[in-house]
């Protein structure tokens, strides 16, 4: 059975990742995977710049296989599925909210 990871706070709806998704937010963001735990309000800033740059990072990995490829008149195939960008943005919502109101953001509890 595959891990679900509920992201919850008061500010906001709660953000649900299937865990390989979630151990890549937690690993982009510094922190080890973990049934349980918490971001507080003042890590927050540090999170959604961290996951801000797992993305570019991840969109110019890409972008440098694209043109690779092309280079080589050859075409990469679309990527299959739901990108890092459309999968980490909700929790970056949610942290942005969860600063405003100043609460943390829990899983697992």
Not at 9 to 34: F, Q, S, T
Not at 73 to 100: E, F, N, S, T, Y
Request: hydrophobic share 50%; proline share 6%.
């Amino acid at each position: 059975m595959q891990m679900l990871y509920k992201f919850k706070c008061k500010a906001g709806g709660d953000v649900i990742m299937l865990g390989p998704n979630g151990d890549a937010l937690l690993r982009a963001i510094g922190r080890e995977p973990a049934a349980q735990g918490i971001i507080e309000p003042s890590a927050m800033a540090d999170a959604m710049a961290a996951i801000t740059q797992a993305v570019a990072a991840d969109e110019a990995s890409h972008a440098e296989a694209e043109a690779d490829a092309a280079a080589q008149g050859q075409h990469l195939p679309p990527r299959d599925g739901i990108g890092l960008r459309q999968r980490l943005w909700p929790m970056v919502d949610l942290l942005k909210r969860a600063l405003a109101a100043d609460t943390p953001v829990v899983w697992g509890v």
